[in-house]
């Protein structure tokens, strides 16, 4: 393990707002592209009740309606997934190829997960378009007219988390014909929770940018040193419930997924976005 020096990085920027002090986060998209923030809360942002009630279905009786797990071979991250993620993973460490990962971009359409006066594309397009600076909101689409997929939904179970990493997807083959649309300056994650666990799932973001010299690495120079991060850089940990979204600029900070504590299962919906090369739309995608 790598000797680290005393913490010299400040937290990450934080704006943590209840549902009644939003308004403070209506530009949070182009804010944090910015660097004016670094990681944006929204309490109850998506109130719907389906939400909750579609988490505890999933989480019943073992029901299985689809899950992937591209993690598998790695079980502190073997995170379930329903749809495919435009991400590297640990069974495509570069990434799908786009006409593998258009293949399931509709997986909703063909497993419903919400009651049909729901259209949880549209909701999604909502939530971000309250912080997006009067910016349309709109899904990503290939040059050939393919949509997409405006979103994913992630399980972690008991004892799973997600491991320290930077989202620099739009680096990769599937991307190379739309990336010059986006403004790739950062890439902004965003995720809505369905449900939170017992305890544990917590997203932890650091002031870590992927440059960073001397990075705090273990011995085989590929794996993040966690105890090195934490003595080095300031962080913000944030837990979140039911609806409420956070958004935070995951190609400049480095962050994880604290394992999830007890039987309660962490669910949760959501995805990446950008602002288009002009600066005048966001589009998402997952």
Known sequence: MTTEAVRTEPPPLLIDAPPDGAGV?????????????????????????QL??????LDADGRDPGWNRPNAVMPPEDIQVLGTAATPTY???????????????????????????????AAVARGLGAVAGGRPVEVLHAADGRRFSPFTVRRLTAGKGIGLHHDLHTSLEMFKDVAP???????????????????????????????APNPPKMPNGFSWDLAGVERRFGSVTIKTDTGDLFLFASARLLHRVAPVVGPRARFTLG????????RERVLFWS
Do not use: H
């Open 25 to 49: 986060l209506t530009n949070a998209i182009e804010d944090l592209y910015e660097r004016r923030l670094d990681v944006a809360v929204v309490r109850r942002s998506w109130a719907d009740a």
């Open 52 to 57: 909750a009630s579609v988490a505890a279905s």
């Open 91 to 121: 069974s495509t460490p570069t990434g799908p190829t786009l006409d593998r990962y258009m293949e399931d971009a509709g997986w909703y359409d063909r497993a419903p997960l919400f009651d049909k006066v729901l259209d949880p594309t």
């Open 181 to 211: 649309g986006l403004d790739r300056r950062t890439l902004i994650s965003y995720v809505f929770t369905l449900q939170g666990p017992d305890a544990g799932g917590e997203l932890c973001v650091y002031n870590c940018p992927p440059d």
């Open 271 to 278: 995805g990446f976005l950008a602002l288009d090369a002009r």
